[in-house]
């Protein structure tokens, strides 16, 4: 997954803010049969366009959380322009509130809405605080009837919240918000972000989004509406917002699009021994963020509708008791509570997952389910294994075997079905059953062997960076992949090289050992054990 080719065409936003194409915002529906696109927009004298919201609950654009900097953390504000068809309360802008990390009850983020609260249809502004549904929200006493364009603000300080309609600061008011760090996508469209996606949709008409990693000031707030009403005075619009530095700025003129064939997709390589290739589907921007090892990039995945199609061979299709080895590099975003495949062949084949609920590993088959004991969705990348010797599953995190336990009963194929990466082909469909990957992946491989588990520390080994350093003059060190190599002078020879893992200070002088074999030789070659952490070496004669 090195590629670096350009995408397939997707339905999205661009990201004309600060943040670049990492914030681009895509359409979960891929196709444009559950959103109008090219809408007349909101602002006087500009033809661009806007996209109507509002045909069930997969209506609504996203933002994977592929970088940190997409957890929106005070001081922040949010602007848009909001025309709604009916009364009935959604969100326009919206990050988490539906559960927090790996399921708990720690509720965060935010959402700006609109419609009707209480008898008036309004605007609203609220902020989750934290526990279960904690939350404070803030009302724009004002009824604002429905087929109307209004321009919306709010910023936050992280103790004062202000609320701005066409212009004006029309609610005030103070609270403590917590982020959401569960990993829920910030929702153009809907929000309060569960497992089965967003559960607030709105139906409107949205138009000229962003987010600000700053609080705007009144007369800022005041000239982007201006510019909105009356160019000629006051500027036009988008020179306004870019003045003010969004780290997000989407213009809702998406064109929409229909799903090329996989065929004019790009393609992702395949250097093992089956004959096909594997495609980037819409939605994947190949070598999209940094990878895991040096000088190398990831596939980043997006969690609702896309992945890499590995294709489909009779090799990725183990049967009875075949034996089979998966693994690849992966980072979460973090996870949310939804089952996520790294890779996987089925629903009754096998697939190596993420358990969103817990944050651990996990592989699957029609017998059951085996999880790792450690967590894995830390937003830190981690090496991952999976291995069926035909009767055992074997779970490795970071070349390191965290668990192992019999899986009975033969493997049922599915011979039909792709090989998907960052995905499950038996599970694909959005706000229900989907289990894309919510983070990237890099260097997947499956083996149609169990490798062992000095093999799987040795292919570790190969991507963990080995530092030496010495304040001896007598000793050299040289590393060459997963050896050390230990030389001294010819006058010390007869001398005895010692080694001593984890020494805690120069002044101990015990648990030194003996390297067989050093005394009638001046150099030896060591197999470095990741498992050791550090190791200390001496000559003494």
Same mark, same amino acid.
């Given at each position: ?168 600061? /029309? ?57 909105? /009403? ?33 065929? +004019? ?18 939605? /994947? ?92 969705? *830390? ?8 291995? *069926? ?66 093999? /799987? ?33 010819? *006058? ?28 009638? +030789?001046?150099? +030896? ?17």
């Amino acid at each position: 997954l090195q590629e670096t080719t350009p995408p397939a065409p997707v339905a999205m936003e661009t990201n004309y803010g600060t943040l670049g194409s990492i914030g681009n915002a895509y359409y979960s529906a891929t196709n444009a049969s559950v959103v109008n696109f090219a809408q007349t927009g909101a602002l006087a004298g500009d033809s661009d366009q806007a996209a109507a919201f509002g045909v069930g609950q997969i209506s609504y654009a996203f933002v994977p959380r592929f970088s940190p900097a997409l957890t929106i953390k005070a001081p922040f504000s949010v602007e848009a322009w909001v025309n709604q068809s009916n009364s009935t309360y959604g969100i326009i802008v919206g990050e988490g509130g539906g559960e927090g990390l790996n399921g708990n009850e720690q509720f965060g983020g935010f959402q700006m809405g609109f419609g009707s609260v209480s008898g008036l249809n309004e605007a609203q502004m609220l902020y989750y605080t934290g526990g279960n549904n904690n939350y404070t929200q803030f009302n724009d006493p004002s009824n604002c009837p429905t087929s109307t364009w209004y321009h919306l603000v709010a910023t936050y300080d992280g103790t004062n919240s202000i609320s701005y309609l066409d212009g004006y600061p /029309i609610v005030t008011g103070q609270v403590t918000q917590v982020p959401d760090m569960g990993g829920a996508p910030l929702t153009i469209g809907n929000g309060k972000w569960t497992t089965t996606g967003g559960q607030r949709q709105i139906q409107a008409i949205i138009d000229e989004v962003a987010v600000y990693t700053n609080v705007l000031s009144p007369s800022r707030v005041a000239q982007h509406y201006n510019a909105g /009403i009356d160019p000629a005075e006051y500027g036009t619009y988008v020179t306004n917002i870019l003045a003010d530095q969004p780290m997000l700025y989407y213009r809702m003129d998406c064109a929409g699009f229909t799903n090329p064939p996989e065929s +004019v997709c790009p393609e992702a390589v395949n250097y093992g021994s089956a004959p096909v290739e594997g495609f980037y589907l819409p939605g /994947i921007v190949p070598g999209g963020v940094a990878g895991p090892l040096s000088n190398n990039v990831a596939a980043p995945v997006n969690g609702l509708f896309s992945c890499i199609d590995a294709g489909n061979d009779p090799s990725f299709n183990p049967t009875g008791t075949d034996p089979f080895t998966a693994m690849c590099w992966f980072k979460g975003n973090p996870a949310d509570g939804r089952l996520q495949t790294l890779i996987g062949h089925g629903a009754t084949n096998w697939s190596m997952n993420v358990d969103g609920s817990s944050g651990h590993l996990a592989v699957s088959t029609m017998n059951g389910s085996l999880e790792s004991s450690a967590i894995v969705n *830390d937003g830190n990348w981690h090496f991952l294994a999976g291995v *069926d010797n035909g009767s055992d599953i074997y779970l490795y995190v970071d070349g390191q075997l965290d668990t192992v336990a019999p899986l009975p009963g033969g493997l049922a194929g599915e011979p039909n079905v792709h090989l998907y990466l960052g995905g499950n082909a038996d599970y694909t469909q959005i706000n229900n059953n989907e289990q894309y990957l919510s983070g990237a992946i890099a260097q997947a491989a499956l083996f149609t062997n169990a490798l062992s588990g000095s093999e /799987i520390q040795q292919l570790y080994a190969l991507t963990v960076p080995i530092t030496v350093s010495t304040n001896s003059t007598n000793i050299v060190f040289s590393v060459a992949g997963t050896n050390l190599t230990l030389s001294w002078p010819s *006058d010390h020879l007869g001398w005895t090289l010692q080694a001593q893992t984890n020494r805690l200070s120069v002044g101990i002088s015990t648990n030194w050992v003996d390297v067989a074999g050093s005394t009638t +030789v001046t150099n +030896v070659v060591i197999p470095i054990n990741l498992t050791n952490g550090s190791v200390f070496y001496r000559l003494t004669y």
